[in-house]
């Protein structure tokens, strides 16, 4: 292997302190760390002091492997992956890290003799909440597969005190209650407080010229901050490689000033810390108003700077030239909240480093590529010019000299076109100027790329559509991925080792394998054992859901399941006002032959996104007049699962028969969740959006729900002339629907509750809900049809995890290091 052990390296030796990997070692490093760690004893130990024992006896293991890794990497001349990413939702790290080392049932027999349950155990382990979701989950998946590919990786973010909210659901609405994971120890993290680094903000700048005749500038800073690396062992799957997931903690310069403490001003003493601490104490605050703006600008500055002076001084380690940063660093940002790197990479060359700009711009295009996440014009962040200048007034003067001279080479190139440079230009000069950073990110970066074909052609085709034409090289398309081994094989353990049996082990590091299930997907009793897995996942989630809802459902229901992030976009309400049509058939025709069916519904609301938290009460009211209605007892049940987040996605996706992807095309991005649910034979109900379309053609049309207008249909529909009204007007369904809604029947009566939403659907309907109604009902009833056909079903089942195998994270990360890491 590229990186295997040296002779000076630690070897995982089994007679070796802290290294064995049997039960019996385990066993004894548990009881180890338990007394000289925790400061306990087996008899008054707490369920939670045998968690700590165990999380670090494995860590243990995971050391001495990452110091290897530091070491080899040291000697290497590999190019290191620095994944720079806001978010980093890594999920429980016990049982990841027990299928990595191979050891989960060594682990299970040594807490056994212990007298504690392995299962009991990790679910004790508090989730880190660093990310708000998909984008997040993906930036993890992408470093559980670098790990696994033995590429050299560095994944930088922020280490968030308090992570993305707890929701909790009370009266029907969401409520956001504070995550305080920490609030027990991390026992995966290592802080380094020797590796820190300095950050500005504020002030302003001085100009002068050098002795050499060369133009420089200071920028000297109202206030500076710094930021602390903390450290987290990212292992890979059965090989030795582990890398490291960097987190910046900030700090204040000087965190105590005696000088005001002695005067007496107890508070000015400790200012300075409480200020600065703030940096990193939560997940994306609350942007609605100008404080949350300047605080999560300053956060996205705070964690690029810090990372990308942290690569430098990797490079000072390895004897390297300035010169070869490029050679040596391939720096991807994760959407567009790290693409201030662009500036801030040029900042550190230029004046730091003391580069000539050609020089700096040069290094600084060749180390950055840029990844987008959305279509969506409101998620392209963009910051007021006030706001920037006063917080970054330095990187502020790089990117209008960015600006200009990148203008200039647009007039040179299109002599006339005055529109075109105002479109293109790196500021927005209509109303209050506005710094845009996907442009920023786009001219900064030799590489561009989409996250699904789909997705990636129309970036092409519409929001980059100007840097396409004038850049079409740049371009590329790396479809998503999810790690298999998380959410496979962790979360699905009795198809796991169903799969290990019928396709052979290898399908976790190679997952078209899973092709080789289609030869048994006509098989009865292969159908059979699939069913009895799959019920067996469903009795799971139904006891969940009763012990966080109170709500008792029936595991031989279809379990139809939509959870994801609450936006009008993935069209939630569009699920809602669906089962709100199928809840009056069955009070109008209680004998109408439906096969029984639970809705399940999860996720987080933005909490300033007023119409999305409507979403979710909608739902909630539904839930209960349903659970409330003895005339479709049995037959319909809807769950509002609260707080999802991957601990809770363990328990989700093996246990869905129905995956509700249905988005308005063109809108998102790819997904994430759709591939999760087919990798563990959910069938999909989807609109041709993001992956969706990839999934069809992997599938084909014969296991695939399809429905709804195409990307190029809503966009014709909106540029002729959109009329809600008019789609209403055509189904008596959709009409009664929207008038039970609106009566208060679903909120105690009150008819203001949900005025907004439909108020918002008959005049706008921005995404299209009810021009897709139609098509969406029929395309249930063939659901409801085949879900009858229980042979017909499960073939379909099978043969989505058997065509599963593309949207593996390892696939998207050799595409990345064949097409832009290269």
Request: glycine letters at 6%; proline letters at 4%.
């Amino acid at each position: 292997m590229a990186n295997s052990p040296t002779p000076n390296t630690i070897q995982d030796n089994a007679g070796a302190p802290r290294r064995g990997l049997d039960a019996d070692a385990l066993q004894r490093d548990v009881v180890d760390n338990l007394v000289c760690l925790q400061a306990r004893f087996p008899a008054i130990a707490t369920p939670h002091d045998w968690y700590m024992a165990l999380a670090y006896t494995v860590r243990d293991r995971l050391l001495a492997r990452w110091v290897d890794t530091m070491q080899t990497d040291r000697a290497r001349d590999a190019r290191v992956v620095c994944y720079l990413s806001a978010e980093f939702l890594i999920g429980p790290q016990l049982g990841n890290n027990l299928i990595n080392l191979g050891i989960e049932e060594q682990a299970r027999a040594a807490m056994s003799a212990l007298g504690q349950d392995l299962d009991a155990v990790m679910a004790l382990e508090e989730e880190p909440g660093l990310g708000n979701g998909g984008l997040g989950r993906l930036a993890a998946c992408y470093m559980d597969s670098l790990a696994t590919l033995e590429k050299t990786a560095i994944g930088y973010g922020i280490r968030y005190e308090f992570g993305i909210f707890r929701q909790a659901i009370r009266d029907g609405w969401q409520v956001e209650e504070t995550d305080k994971w920490l609030q027990q120890g991390n026992p995966w993290e290592i802080v380094r407080p020797d590796v820190a680094f300095y950050v500005h903000f504020g002030g302003h700048t001085e100009s002068a010229t050098d002795a050499q005749g060369q133009y420089r500038v200071r920028w000297i800073a109202a206030r500076q901050v710094k930021g602390v690396a903390c450290d987290t062992p990212v292992s890979g799957y059965r090989v030795h490689r582990c890398n490291t997931l960097r987190l910046w903690k900030s700090e204040a310069v000087e965190s105590f000033d005696l000088a005001d403490f002695n005067v007496g001003d107890y508070y000015g003493a400790v200012e300075q810390k409480v200020v600065s601490e703030t940096l990193s104490k939560v997940l994306y605050p609350n942007d609605e108003p100008e404080i949350g703006k300047r605080l999560r600008l300053a956060q996205q500055y705070f964690f690029v700077s810090c990372s990308l002076q942290d690569m430098l001084r990797l490079l000072d380690l390895k004897g390297e030239p300035i010169a070869r940063f490029a050679d040596v660093f391939a720096a991807q940002l994760n959407d567009t909240h790290p693409s201030i790197a662009v500036a801030e990479l040029m900042r550190l060359f230029v004046d730091e480093r003391r580069l000539p700009w050609d020089q700096a711009w040069d290094i600084t295009c060749r180390t950055l590529a840029y990844t987008n996440h959305t279509l969506l014009p409101e998620a392209l962040e963009t910051w007021p010019l006030p706001l920037f200048q006063s917080l970054l007034p330095r990187p502020l003067e790089i990117i209008l000299e960015i600006n200009r001279r990148f203008l200039e080479t647009v007039r040179q190139r299109l002599p006339g076109d005055e529109s075109r440079v105002a479109r293109m230009s790196l500021i927005d000069e209509s109303g209050v100027r506005r710094i845009r950073m996907a442009h920023l990110a786009t001219v900064g970066s030799h590489a561009i790329n989409g996250v699904a074909a789909l997705h990636s052609t129309l970036l092409r085709e519409t929001v980059l559509r100007d840097f396409a034409e004038l850049w079409p090289d740049r371009f590329h398309n790396v479809t998503n991925g999810v790690t298999p081994r998380r959410f496979l094989t962790l979360c699905n353990p009795g198809l796991a080792r169903l799969l290990d049996e019928t396709v052979s082990e290898g399908w976790m590091t190679d997952l078209t394998r899973l092709r080789r299930l289609e030869a048994h997907a006509d098989d009865a009793a292969f159908q059979e054992r699939w069913r009895q897995i799959k019920r067996a996942n469903k009795e799971v989630l139904a006891q969940r859901i009763r012990s966080a809802t109170g709500i008792v459902v029936d595991p031989g229901a279809l379990f139809d399941i939509q959870v994801k992030r609450i936006h009008e976009y993935k069209r939630q309400h569009l699920n809602a006002l669906y089962i709100v049509a199928l809840y009056q058939r069955l009070r109008r025709n209680p004998q109408l032959a439906l096969a029984p069916r639970c809705f399940v519904f999860g996720g987080k609301a933005a909490p300033g996104y007023a119409m999305a938290k409507l979403i979710i009460r909608l739902i909630n009211g539904i839930a209960e007049a349903i659970d409330d209605d003895p005339a479709v007892e049995g037959r319909l049940k809807v769950v509002f699962f609260p707080n999802f987040n991957v601990t809770n996605a363990h328990h989700i996706y093996p246990a869905a028969d129905l995956s509700e992807q249905i988005s308005t095309a063109g809108k998102e991005a790819s997904g994430t969740g759709n591939m999760k649910f087919m990798m563990n034979g959910a069938l999909t109900i989807g609109t041709l959006d993001g992956a969706n379309v990839e999934i069809l053609e992997e599938v084909g049309a014969d296991n695939f729900f399809l429905f709804g207008l195409r990307a190029e249909q809503v966009q014709r529909v909106q540029r002729e002339g959109y009329r809600p009204a008019d789609h209403v007007a055509a189904s008596d369904e959709l009409r009664d629907a929207l008038d039970l809604i609106g009566s208060g029947h679903f909120s105690h009566g009150d008819r203001d509750v949900f005025r907004p939403l439909v108020e918002n659907l008959m005049q706008w309907d921005h995404f299209l809900v009810l021009a897709d109604f139609a098509d969406y009902m029929a395309c249930q009833t063939r659901v409801d049809a085949a879900w009858q056909e229980p042979a017909r079903w499960t073939r379909m089942s099978i043969l989505n995890t058997a065509r599963s195998g593309k949207f593996s994270s390892d696939r998207a990360i050799r595409e990345y290091g064949e097409r832009i890491w290269a």
